[in-house]
């Protein structure tokens, strides 16, 4: 590991001017292209304090050995150059998206004398028109299947095109219509490149002016009673229709645009990119890349742009672009797409109306696309037992954590303070296993505290367990401040035992404080065989009890990534009991109060009465009249309403005036007014 201030240069020799800047490993090879509109600015930012730097910058300048730029004369000039580094040295620490190649498009070989429509994957060739990616390459067979009905261009490879024209004999599709079969003279190569042409226009978008000639030719036909002919242009429109429909509209002033999403969190990032064409959907594709460097939403776009149109020229990039951040050098990538295009860009964040409402659509297609890789990556049973191992040694554990629970904390405001248990078995989530607290100690928000008082529940449970099978004695269930009471009662209720099982580590979502927390709630209890390790979510730092400095696991670790997932989760589920918790209490009224009154007797009294504020002013002998109210019950309910504070009048939403008392209510609206009070 090499020490920056090894290989810093001098002050003033960096210029003061736009660049592109390379790090090199002690071997010489490139791990990380940068540009910057100062130099001097940029450089002077890795050469500060390491424990200043993201953590993934700390790694890359002390894997690096030296450091080189060049000086260009515009930052239009630099993002060029970038570009081009990035592809010749592919650097290690320079975000990379794959699965760039593996998404079919449909191309046409304007190139060839008698241009073929095929499925091509791989590198853009010169000459050749293309129209997508499309997401699969059977989508692209159905559509061109109904377009060569109407287009009969060639589909065949040179070989069958070669042994056609030898025998004199076209294939199947020149007899039935699907192709004009230039290998054996039916049309000339110009003719045959007009359909090519014909082809290319309607998928660009522009269907209109053609579907409506098609319409013409059909009245026509039928007006001078050639009927079958007018039936064949009938169903070539029908067709043409067909293969527009497979392309639903979605943007109704036919704009030509890209449209690029992000889902990121920590470690990973997906884009997910539409292409629409003359207002309709024309390809969709997408990425998963590991977030190596320091790289916020707006570095990604960037970097999504330079992969879309670094090789890209002329219609190929869209009048339009738009995006959910704009990249920080927006002018200069302006600049340089106008250049790529020969015509001015649109590159902005779309604010209203159908583009941000097609740009939502596009963000959760990222986001599912981020689930499902992150799905089959959990799902492999290699990956899985890596990720424990290389746990197990970087806590330098005695065996892989076969079973890890992590607990997390959630509250608004120091209101509603509940925790989350997760488990994990197998590196896969046990949900039947999940479990939820309430902080019962204390009132307020402390974390540290809460984290104590629950992992002290969850683990008590464990021994109480443990005294009944006889693992446990009962002197150690005194020293652990329980006593056998509850063991007996947990006996007798028939429950399953929950907490019956110990986990090889436990997690906390948080630092120092939280892990200190739950190593002393567990030596309390007199457990010393059960790891403790927390996940600080801002730098993904892996804390120990009693370490003043943080674990580091690698930034491609496959164990660093369960334990996010781990703590992601539990953070999910304390979030989802706390929002249903402060649910249930803001819309709690006095009724609730009554210890054994269901929602059924609730009801039915509200609907006795018209509403609490009646019910209120009732008597015990007239709460006694309601069905399934008892005397018990009604002197109880009485009592819990007599305590309660009046609720304020009932007003209108509609028109805002106080709602009389004496005015007749539905029964909707008295249980929901009952309800609120």
């Known amino acids: 590991m090499a020490d920056p201030s090894s290989y810093r240069p001098e002050p003033g020799q960096i210029p003061d001017s736009p660049g592109v800047y390379k790090f090199r490993d002690e071997h010489r090879r490139v791990i990380y292209v940068g540009k910057a509109k100062s130099l001097r600015q940029r450089l002077a930012s890795y050469f500060q304090d390491i424990a200043g730097l993201h953590p993934r910058t700390a790694t890359m300048v002390t894997t690096a050995a030296s450091v080189e730029w060049t000086v260009v004369s515009t930052e239009v000039e630099a993002l060029q150059l970038e570009y081009s580094w990035i592809k010749e040295f592919d650097p290690r620490f320079n975000v990379k998206y794959r699965d760039d190649k593996s998404y079919p498009s449909l191309a046409v070989t304007m190139n060839e004398q008698y241009p073929r429509v095929q499925v091509m994957r791989g590198p853009k060739k010169k000459g050749v028109r293309y129209f997508g990616p499309y997401g699969h390459a059977w989508a692209i067979r159905e559509t061109v299947d109904l377009m060569l009905r109407v287009f009969p261009v060639r589909t065949c490879s040179a070989g069958v095109f070669k042994r056609s024209a030898q025998i004199g004999r076209p294939c199947l599709l020149g007899y039935i219509g699907k192709c004009s079969a230039p290998c054996v003279g039916r049309v000339t190569p110009e003719e045959h490149r007009e359909l090519a042409e014909d082809f290319c226009d309607f998928m660009a978008g522009r269907t209109g002016t053609y579907l409506t000639r098609l319409e013409q030719q059909m009245h026509e036909a039928a007006e001078e009673m050639e009927y079958e002919k007018a039936a064949r242009l009938r169903d070539d429109i029908g067709a043409l229709r067909r293969a527009m429909e497979k392309n639903a509209v979605v943007l109704a002033d036919a704009t030509d645009a890209d449209l690029i999403a992000v889902a990121e969190d920590e470690l990973e990032a997906a884009v997910q990119i539409f292409h629409v064409r003359g207002g309709r959907v024309r390809g969709q594709r997408g990425w998963v890349t590991d977030k190596v460097e320091a790289v916020d939403t707006a570095g990604l776009v960037e970097h999504a742009l330079q992969q879309l149109y670094g090789e890209e020229k002329g219609e190929a990039v869209p009048k339009e672009v738009l995006v959910p951040v704009l990249p920080e050098d927006t002018g200069a990538l302006g600049e340089w797409l106008a250049a790529r295009r020969g015509s001015n860009v649109s590159l902005r964040v779309p604010q209203r109306g159908d583009k941000k409402a097609l740009m939502e659509t596009v963000h959760r297609n990222a986001q599912q696309s981020l689930a499902l890789h992150k799905t089959k990556r959990a799902s492999d049973l290699t990956t899985r037992s890596r990720a424990l191992e290389e746990i197990a040694e970087a806590l330098e554990l005695d065996g892989a954590p076969l079973r890890i629970e992590c607990f997390d904390i959630s509250h608004l405001q120091g209101d509603d303070v509940v925790a989350s248990m997760v488990v994990f078995e197998d590196g896969l989530a046990r949900k039947s296993e999940y479990r939820r607290f309430q902080i019962k100690s204390f009132e307020g928000q402390d974390d540290v505290r809460s984290m104590h008082e629950v992992v002290s529940r969850r683990f008590r449970r464990y021994l109480q367990e443990k005294l009944k099978t006889g693992e446990w004695s009962p002197e150690d269930a005194q020293d652990a401040g329980d006593g056998g009471s509850a063991v007996g009662a947990a006996d007798d209720d028939g429950r399953p035992k929950r907490f019956a099982y110990p986990p090889q580590l436990v997690v906390v979502d948080g630092g120092q404080p939280q892990v200190a927390a739950a190593k002393r709630a567990l030596e309390e209890l007199g457990i010393d065989d059960v790891a403790v390790c927390g996940l600080a979510k801002r730098l993904e730092e892996v804390w120990l009890p009693g370490e003043d400095d943080p674990v580091v696991l690698p930034r491609t670790s496959e164990g660093l990534y369960l334990l996010q997932r781990v703590r992601d989760e539990a953070h999910r589920f304390a979030i989802q009991y706390q929002r249903n918790k402060r649910g ?94």
């Open 584 to 677: 249930k209490r803001l819309k709690s009224g006095p009724l609730d109060e009554v210890p054994g009154l269901g929602e059924s007797r609730k009801q039915a009294l509200v609907k006795h009465f018209g509403s609490v504020k009646k019910l209120r002013q009732a008597t015990i002998d007239q709460i006694c009249e309601v069905p399934g109210i008892g005397r018990k019950t009604a002197e109880t309910v009485a009592a819990a309403l007599a305590q309660a504070p009046p609720a304020g009048p009932a007003v209108n939403t509609a028109t805002g005036e106080i709602m009389e008392d004496e005015a007749p209510a539905p029964a909707g609206a008295a249980s929901e007014r009952g309800t609120e009070q």
